[in-house]
């Protein structure tokens, strides 16, 4: 079954547009896919493999392991278009990626299937947070802590891509990232891993559905196995030193958890894993993906990095970094065109044995033939589809909720925020108040940049008739000019309050954009200064791809709205939330640093240590700094809201725990405030003494509830053995009998109720 929007969802989506979104929070009921692939059963599609393996030159097989980039291969004539359509026809290509579009597609398809064998092509695009319509960057999704909404992100991306002629996304990255300076952190789903879990299945089964098949959805990839959000010093494509019990407990539960949902591929990655690059790792794709784990989906390298292991001083030449990465579990080589040059005669020369060429091909037809492609080359490729969904009202209904949720209230001084609706003049001051492409951040394959409301056009469209917006922009993102200060003061001086929109540009984020200073760029603290100096109450918006460091706006803003990158519909997002339309509840999947030098500082990786700061400021032969304290600016989890919450009448049904048993731990919610509201209750655990020593608190279960104001609600955790266990020095899963603290809050630094518990051997 395919995740479609459900029939009985649309009238609530739309009404989640108005005042308060409590109907969103009702679950949403998977639907059936349209236009299923041909039921084939999978004893069937073995058998029609091993046929057309049958006929396959050795030539042909390899072909099938090859991806490129597709970007010339529909462009001017050139030499490369004409290399490429002759491999496409001689059967030398597998895989394109960067076509798309039904018009492009049908006309590659029509060169594949010229091929003696007339195998289709899989066409492949990296639809990370939206294709034409733009989601917001998925570290935003994941602040809303909506498993929910974040598939329905997936699918709507899905959706529009497969009416284009997609087969395939690279997404989504469930690598866990920690280090801000990584500009990929924006790419995946934050610092925490049992959250990541959860949204990487969600994100899986919002892009495929429950099986492949369906022209509503795409084949989803979980990438870059593995461990590459932990690059030494968080500059990208480095190099990654860890111990075997970080990469099973933080790093790989999460692929674990797209394998599970039937993620159809992988994608290995750049980094070097404890000396081995990732591509040439035996150990992470044989032994653990396609031994332990039992994949069955096929991995793709990432962009090159088969023929990269030679830059590495891991492999010789190309000879021996096709051996490798076929050696190793390596299926589609994207990009180097290493397997193309070299695996057949590697082959030929018994370096590399039939049956692995063999494995790596029947996973890559099995897939073809699942998504029905050998029935219908064309199936994703039909123009009348592509233009109904594309321009599908509901797809950018579904986007604003999406920026809603992602959005995380970080501060809100004399309840600065929401906007009075009667205010007679705001000035809006800063780079980003009319930005458009920045709203998009990094990765947009097919956006369409000229729809993407602004914050100054949401701001102007929500605002009353009588409200002034007193616009200047102040500065640029980068840079020193001050020129444009005097005007932004001047609009302050007039206004009764000033929303700032300031932070980093799309291109400072994403990949290849690892930061050394992640401050705030240019001059915008300093014209922040100016705008506070005028004794006006200042809301910032910050936009951005990672946790950035400002210091006076944190200390001294009235308010701060955390906006990552918002997609589409950002602006109008930003204006519900800013008017108190849609009351925010984002919580933050990442820890804020105070500063680079505290860095790691994920929630996670904090541990009592053996001289532990008791008394705040006592430091001296503490694990302490002694130029900043040991928090962090904003810690994981945090978030405030419009309203207030009280947490009262922790009960655990048993103090004691039995193996095969569990406990229920319930507490209850009240909204104390005026308004509703919706909260994140998260539950975290500390083991006290252990064979292994514990971080502080790990997160173990959360939920997301509405309250209307006044109204109370009874919230129940399971806690089971699984829940206190982790891997011992001898890499076994296991709890081990003793105390735990359970502890229950509204963030990882604001805990509410707390309890105790033991593990009976
Ligand atoms: C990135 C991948 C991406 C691929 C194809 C690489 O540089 O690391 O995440 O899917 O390019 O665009």
């Known amino acids: 079954m395919n995740f479609s929007f459900p029939k009985p969802l649309?009238?609530?989506?739309?009404?989640?547009?108005?005042?308060?979104?409590?109907?969103?929070?009702?679950?949403?009921?998977?639907?059936?896919?349209?236009?299923?692939?041909?039921?084939?059963?999978?004893?069937?599609?073995?058998?029609?493999?091993?046929?057309?393996?049958?006929?396959?030159?050795?030539?042909?097989?390899?072909?099938q392991l090859n991806q490129y980039s597709g970007r010339e291969v529909t462009g001017p004539a050139s030499d490369r278009k004409n290399t490429l359509l002759t491999s496409i026809r001689n059967g030398q290509v597998g895989s394109m990626l960067n076509v798309k579009g039904v018009k492009d597609t049908r006309e590659i398809q029509a060169e594949a299937l010229k091929s003696r064998l007339h195998i289709p092509l899989l066409f492949s695009l990296d639809v990370i947070h939206g294709y034409q319509t733009t989601f917001p960057i998925p570290l935003g999704e994941a602040a809303s802590w909506d498993l929910d909404a974040i598939r329905l992100g997936a699918h709507v991306a899905a959706r529009e891509a497969a009416a284009s002629g997609i087969h395939w996304t690279f997404a989504p990255m469930v690598d866990i990232g920690r280090d801000p300076r990584w500009g990929?952190?924006?790419?995946?789903?934050?610092?925490?891993?049992?959250?990541?879990?959860?949204v990487a299945k969600a994100r899986v089964l919002?892009?495929?559905?429950?099986?492949?098949?369906?022209?509503?959805?795409?084949?989803?990839?979980?990438?870059?196995?593995?461990?590459?959000?932990?690059?030494?010093?968080?500059?990208?494509?480095?190099?990654?030193?860890?111990?075997?019990?970080?990469l099973w407990e933080t790093y790989l539960p999460p692929f674990k958890a797209a394998a599970d949902a039937g993620a159809a591929t992988f994608m290995n990655s750049f980094n070097a894993l404890n000396g081995v690059p990732a591509t040439g790792n035996r150990y992470l794709q044989r032994d653990i993906l396609k031994g332990q784990w039992q994949y069955p989906g096929f991995v793709v390298s990432d962009w090159g990095s088969i023929g990269e292991m030679a830059n590495w001083g891991y492999a010789t030449d190309k000879t021996d970094a096709a051996q490798r990465a076929i050696t190793a579990g390596s299926d589609m080589d994207m990009e180097s065109d290493v397997y193309h040059q070299k695996l057949a005669q590697l082959v030929k020369d018994g370096q590399v044995k039939t049956e692995l060429?063999?494995?790596?091909?029947?996973?890559?037809?099995?897939?073809?033939?699942?998504?029905?492609?050998?029935?219908?080359?064309?199936?994703?490729?039909?123009?009348?589809?592509?233009?109904?969904?594309?321009?599908?009202?509901?797809?950018?209904?579904a986007a604003r909720q999406m920026a809603r949720k992602s959005l995380v209230l970080l501060k809100n001084d004399n309840a600065t925020l929401p906007?009075?609706?009667?205010?007679?003049?705001?000035?809006?001051?800063?780079?980003?108040?009319?930005?458009?492409?920045?709203?998009?951040?990094?990765?947009?394959?097919?956006a369409d940049t000229t729809r993407i409301t602004s914050l100054y056009d949401g701001l102007r469209q929500r605002a009353s008739k009588t409200t002034e917006l007193l616009y200047a922009k102040g500065c640029e993102v980068s840079g020193d000019n001050r020129a444009g200060f005097d005007q932004a003061v001047a609009a302050a001086r007039n206004a009764d309050v000033v929303v700032m929109a300031v932070g980093e540009s799309w291109d400072m984020s994403g990949e290849a954009k690892s930061r050394t200073d992640i401050h705030l760029p240019g001059v915008q603290e300093e014209l922040f200064k100016a705008l506070k100096a005028t004794g006006k109450p200042v809301a910032v918006v910050v936009f951005g791809g990672r946790p950035l460091v400002f210091d006076a706006i944190a200390e001294q803003a009235d308010a701060i709205l955390y906006a990552w990158w918002p997609g589409s519909e950002g602006g109008t997002a930003l204006?519900?939330?800013?008017?108190?339309?849609?009351?925010?509840?984002?919580?933050?999947?990442?820890?804020?640093?105070?500063?680079?030098?505290?860095?790691?500082?994920?929630?996670?990786?904090?541990?009592?240590t053996g001289r532990p700061v008791t008394k705040p400021g006592d430091i001296r032969y503490k694990s302490a700094y002694i130029d900043a304290p040991n928090t962090p600016r904003y810690a994981f989890g945090h978030g405030l809201s419009y309203t207030s919450f009280k947490y009262s009448d922790l009960k655990i049904s048993h103090p004691q725990l039995q193996a095969g048993e569990a406990v229920q731990v319930s507490f209850t919610i009240t909204n104390t405030?005026?308004?509703?509201?919706?909260?994140?209750?998260?539950?975290?655990v500390r083991d006290l003494v252990s064979s292994v020593v514990r971080p502080l608190k790990e997160l173990k279960d959360f939920r997301k509830i509405s309250l209307k104001p006044g109204e109370s609600q009874t919230i129940t955790f399971t806690v089971d053995k699984n829940k206190l266990a982790f891997y011992n020095a001898k890499l076994e899963w296991q709890a081990e009998p003793g105390k735990f603290n359970l502890l229950v809050g509204s963030a990882s630094d604001d805990i509410r109720l707390e309890g105790a518990l033991e593990l009976l051997p």
Request: charged share 25%.
């Open 10 to 63: 649309l009238p609530l989506l739309f009404l989640g547009l108005l005042p308060g979104t409590a109907a969103l929070a009702q679950k949403k009921k998977p639907a059936p896919a349209t236009a299923a692939a041909k039921a084939t059963s999978p004893a069937d599609i073995e058998r029609r493999i091993s046929d057309l393996l049958a006929q396959m030159t050795l030539e042909e097989k390899v072909g």
């Open 184 to 198: 990929r952190v924006m790419e995946g789903a934050g610092e925490d891993t049992y959250l990541g879990s959860l």
């Open 206 to 246: 919002g892009f495929q559905g429950e099986k492949l098949g369906g022209t509503d959805a795409v084949m989803a990839c979980a990438k870059h196995f593995a461990a590459y959000g932990a690059a030494l010093a968080g500059r990208d494509y480095n190099a990654v030193d860890m111990s075997e019990q970080q």
């Open 357 to 397: 060429v063999d494995d790596a091909v029947r996973r890559i037809l099995r897939k073809k033939f699942e998504l029905g492609l050998f029935d219908d080359p064309y199936r994703f490729s039909d123009e009348t589809r592509e233009k109904q969904v594309l321009a599908d009202p509901q797809n950018r209904a």
């Open 419 to 446: 906007l009075g609706k009667t205010l007679r003049r705001i000035a809006l001051i800063g780079p980003i108040a009319k930005a458009k492409r920045d709203l998009n951040g990094s990765w947009n394959v097919d």
């Open 575 to 608: 204006a519900d939330v800013l008017y108190g339309d849609y009351n925010p509840a984002g919580k933050l999947p990442i820890t804020f640093p105070r500063n680079v030098g505290q860095i790691p500082i994920a929630y996670n990786q904090q541990y009592n």
């Open 673 to 684: 405030g005026k308004v509703a509201g919706e909260e994140v209750t998260q539950l975290y």
